[in-house]
């Protein structure tokens, strides 16, 4: 079967660091995608991976080990508008069909 | 350049109506796909349109159906509506180079809330 799990909930401080972790089992793999999604607005991109290692992109960055099925995004100097829930997507064949965990909602706290 | 469109916002039906809700995607992109969203719930994959074709379905009854149009614009059409239905419905875009989705990136639309009485 598919499978992504990540925490349900995080809160932590403006100005602080958080690491949201995602794990995944999945019959496949081609990618994994980080979205970040305020409340009843779209998903919007965050991070891609399909290679081992770390992706920097400004405040944040994302981490993939492949063969431990484990990513986390980590966001640095967190600001009251990062509040919001963090979509871990996998894309498990060549297609463009996208798995999804629950989301992690994230507040931050002044 | 406009993002992924979605039509209408909000949409309230009771039990056993028919609705069919719309997409505009990303100018440039050619394959939709879409996906149901409850509360507090990660997306989940209905179906991909690719070439006004099916490409690939997900665990929803046949009640869900689809169409994509030359334009590459997608109709969503839920049939004999159930209070289960209730979700937030997200419609996605991309490209596909030759059919290949080698670092592929959907875009979402804002979505559509339907409600069911």
């Known amino acids: 079967g598919q499978n992504i799990d990540q925490p349900t909930e995080m809160t932590a401080t403006e100005g602080a660091i958080v690491q949201i972790n995602c794990t995944y089992q999945t019959s496949g793999f081609n990618g994994l995608f980080w979205y970040q999604q305020h409340a009843g607005e779209a998903p919007t991109f965050l991070s891609y991976n399909v290679l081992d290692g770390l992706e920097e992109k400004g405040r944040f960055s994302s981490f993939l080990s492949r063969s431990k099925g484990y990513s986390y995004l980590l966001l640095k100097e967190l600001q009251m508008k990062d509040s919001a829930s963090y979509l871990c997507?996998?894309?498990?064949?060549?297609?463009?069909?996208?798995?999804f965990g629950t989301g992690t909602r994230l507040q931050v706290f002044p | 350049d406009a993002g992924v469109t979605q039509s209408p916002t909000h949409l309230i039906k009771t039990r056993g109506q028919q609705v069919t809700l719309r997409c505009s995607p990303k100018s440039g992109h050619d394959t939709v796909s879409w996906y149901q969203q409850a509360l507090g719930q990660g997306p989940q994959f209905i179906f991909q349109?690719?070439?006004?074709?099916?490409?690939q379905r997900g665990n929803f009854p046949d009640r869900f159906s689809g169409h994509q149009f030359p334009n590459y614009s997608s109709e969503l059409n839920v049939n004999a509506l159930l209070l289960g239905d209730s979700a937030l419905y997200l419609c996605?875009?991309?490209?596909?180079?030759?059919?290949?989705?080698?670092?592929?990136?959907?875009?979402f639309g804002a979505g559509t809330r339907l409600s069911v009485l």
């Open positions: 996605a875009s991309s490209f596909a180079s030759g059919g290949e989705w080698v670092k592929n990136i959907q875009y």
């Open positions: 349109y690719y070439e006004e074709e099916e490409r």
């Open positions: 997507a996998v894309r498990a064949d060549n297609t463009d069909k996208l798995i």
